[in-house]
């Protein structure tokens, strides 16, 4: 084969072969840009909703035991957040620094708990509340992380 042929296939190859490498990456990188804004987006969305929904409001504050519709309330906003974490679509550590101690809380709350777990057999569904229950233990084990290293 003559040389220059070759030379000029072989260049062709590696000229294609990097415009493919520089849209691929390029195409992760407004993705990845686009996962970040989402994120953020997402949050700040939770952080409004807990902080301005009069309903929520007062169940956050409220001393005595939560009633069976307030409790619903409360973890059906967790369970949403929970889904989203789940999903990678909202930043946990946004979500640990605003909602972290509040959704821990209600997780630790016994009476919480014995509501849910009442939920989960009446239904005979054990799914019922999971994403709140793997965001609240993930946030456990952040907070117990930061505990044993100092942070």
Known sequence: MNPILLSGLVGAI???????TAQFVSHRLA???ELLRFQIQSF????????????????SIKKEPLTDDEIDDYLGFFEEIGLYFHRNLVD?????????????????DEH???VVGAVRGAEDDRTYFRYFERLAKYL??????RIRTGE
Request: hydrophobic residues 40%; glycine residues 4%; without cysteine.
């Open 31 to 33: 993705t990845k840009r």
């Open 112 to 114: 919480i708990r014995k």
């Open 140 to 145: 456990i084990e952040m907070r117990d992380k």
């Open 14 to 20: 590696v000229g294609a072969a990097a415009a493919i």
């Open 44 to 59: 700040e969305r939770f952080r409004r909703e807990f902080s301005e929904d009069e309903n929520l409001r007062q169940i």
């Open 92 to 108: 946990v550590e946004l979500v640990d620094e605003i909602l972290g101690d509040s959704i821990i809380d209600a997780w630790e």
